[in-house]
């Protein structure tokens, strides 16, 4: 086959960004230095840029100790120190009496470290409180470099894992700051500081009239919110009713910009209750907002199929002793669950204990490749390692499982069906179940109010938990049918989905072993 010989056509690279001059870049906060300067570039400052940080022109000393911190921990771009700092000292000038600011959705939480300080060196005691789903690795290593800067403000600042939904205060007592949350997460911002009848502090970003919840502004709807966007556009519109909503709801409310050079989302949002304001009225208002009437808002929730935070239930910003429990990263809790679904014979042989004992035994039984023959039993039941799968050896324990005794609190009726609540368990005899030795025996629990029938064990770090979810009579033959839901979760191991489908597919197998011995269930 020929080859043509012309080059081949190779797309043109977009032209690099412009970078702007100095004196053009912060014109409204005199970064004056010479030289080509983007404040918004994402590149991440180094300790080296300390020095370059000091030709901006006439800055205060404490930004230049601020940027000195920032350099030497090389985890944030150039554009959050400038951005953090703009919204911080324009916060801190139309709230300087603000005791407690909450930095919400905080990220690295830059902003609180910066308006602690601020206030300081005005010899105002301030502390901040950064809340956040996910506690990043740039937050830990800014916080330790603020800490070795300024001892005396270790206690200042507090990091909490959580939901905004659980954040609360004293009408007065906090400003809610937030810099660019996403979308419908400033609305909820507004939400939570109106129902808490404090200050806000919100520079808003990523504007989506499809995502965007309607703010309660009366005689306002969507197509009034199309027809506002196609003048003002997307954000200008969505700022506007959220300001008019402000207003409408008791707030005297101050819009500000920073450098646009820093961000094209540079509009600040600076709100506070006016004496006209009432409380009660305003957390009305919040509790009828529509944020969860929109069916296409995606909000923060944890994942059910990875690693789960297990998030204080409560957030007070006013209460030092609870915030200093909750603070910190919390441990991830990996979670996956299947289901499990069979006829069942009538006689009460499939019960949640017994399946609990197959599963703790998935578990416990390392993997192997096919072919390999299962361990020898160790007739004395020492420690050592976990045997090979056996399914036969397996089904062989659980039918010889029984209860020893019932307590009577805890046990529940699921269609006509009685399943365990708070059950004591016989411990397993050791040669007949070697693929479950890890856990001699199996602790039962009826979990929180409205699971009875729950049990659960713990196996090589890992917590086996086993619900009866459903019950169901065949109208044709009367047959009934079990549906049971086998949660597998871990705060000292990973639990990916490989196990998960190990975990599932041995549990069949065990059971389809049962069937196959007579035990009359059949998987559905």
């Known amino acids: 086959m020929l080859r043509s010989s012309a080059p081949r056509f190779r797309p043109s690279r ?35 840029d300390a020095s370059t940080l000091t030709e901006l022109g ?39 009496s603000a005791p407690v600011v909450a930095d919400l959705a905080a990220g690295h939480g830059l902003l609180a470290w910066i308006l602690v300080l601020l206030g300081a060196a005005r010899g105002a005691s301030r502390r901040a409180v950064c809340v956040d789903t996910r506690l990043p690795d740039s937050a830990l290593k800014l916080s330790s470099a603020f800490i070795a800067r300024w001892p005396e403000l270790e206690t200042s600042v507090q990091y909490i894992e959580g939901s905004l939904d659980t954040v609360s205060a004293e009408p007065g007592e906090a400003v809610f700051a937030s810099v660019h949350a996403c979308g419908p997460l400033s609305d909820m911002v507004i939400d939570k500081a109106v129902s808490s009848g404090c200050a806000l502090a919100l520079m808003p970003c990523c504007h989506s009239l499809r995502n965007q919840p309607l703010p309660p ?19 200008g519109a969505i700022d506007a009713c959220r300001v008019a909503a402000l207003r409408g709801r008791g707030y005297s409310v101050e819009q500000q910009f920073i450098s646009s050079e820093i961000t094209p989302y540079n509009r600040l949002i600076l709100a506070e209750p006016s004496p006209s304001f009432d409380a009660e009225v305003a957390a009305a208002l919040a509790a009828a907002s529509t944020i969860e009437e929109l069916p296409k808002l995606k909000r923060r929730r944890a994942r059910t199929s990875g690693p789960n935070q297990q998030w204080p239930a409560r957030i007070p910003l006013g209460d030092e002793a609870v ?4 603070a910190g990263r919390r441990p991830p809790e990996w979670s996956r669950s299947i289901d499990l679904s069979m006829w069942a014979p009538d006689d009460g042989a499939v019960t949640d204990a017994r399946l609990l004992s197959i599963a703790a035994a998935a578990v416990s039984a390392p993997w192997a ?7 020898p039993i160790n007739p004395a039941g020492s420690a050592h390692t976990s045997p090979l799968w056996d399914a036969s050896a397996v089904v062989a324990a659980s039918v010889a499982l029984h209860r020893s005794s019932y307590s009577t609190r805890g046990r529940a009726e699921h269609g006509g069906v009685a399943s ?16 479950a030795v890890a856990q001699a025996s199996l602790e ?41 839901t086998i ?19 041995r549990m069949r197998e065990a059971l389809q072993q049962w069937s196959a011995e007579g035990g009359g269930l059949e998987l559905r």
Do not use: N
């Open 369 to 375: 490749p096919r072919g390999i023959e299962p361990a």
């Open 444 to 484: 039962t629990s009826a979990g929180p109010a409205g699971a009875a029938g729950r049990v659960m064990t713990d196996v090589d770090g890992v917590r086996v938990v086993v619900s009866l979810r459903e019950v169901f009579f065949a109208p044709e033959t009367g047959r009934r049918a079990c549906a049971f």
């Open 323 to 326: 915030l200093s429990t909750v």
């Open 58 to 96: 006439t800055m205060p000393p404490l930004f230049l100790d601020v940027a000195d911190v920032v350099c030497s921990t090389s985890v944030l771009p150039r554009k959050e120190l400038f951005e953090a700092w703009e919204v911080a000292s324009r916060i801190d000038t139309a709230f300087p």
């Open 217 to 235: 502004l009366a005689g306002l709807d969507r197509p009034t919110l199309e027809r506002m966007a196609a003048a003002l556009g997307p954000s």
């Open 487 to 505: 949660e597998f979760r871990s705060s000292e191991r990973a639990i990916g989905k490989g196990d998960a489908r190990l975990w599932q597919a």
């Open 420 to 435: 365990s609540g708070d059950v004591g368990v016989e411990e397993i005899d050791a040669q007949r179940s070697r693929a």
């Open 14 to 48: 977009s032209p690099p960004l412009p970078k702007y001059p100095r004196s053009e870049a912060a014109s409204s906060r005199g970064y004056t230095a010479a030289g080509s300067f983007r404040l918004s570039s994402r590149t991440k400052l180094r300790p080296r």
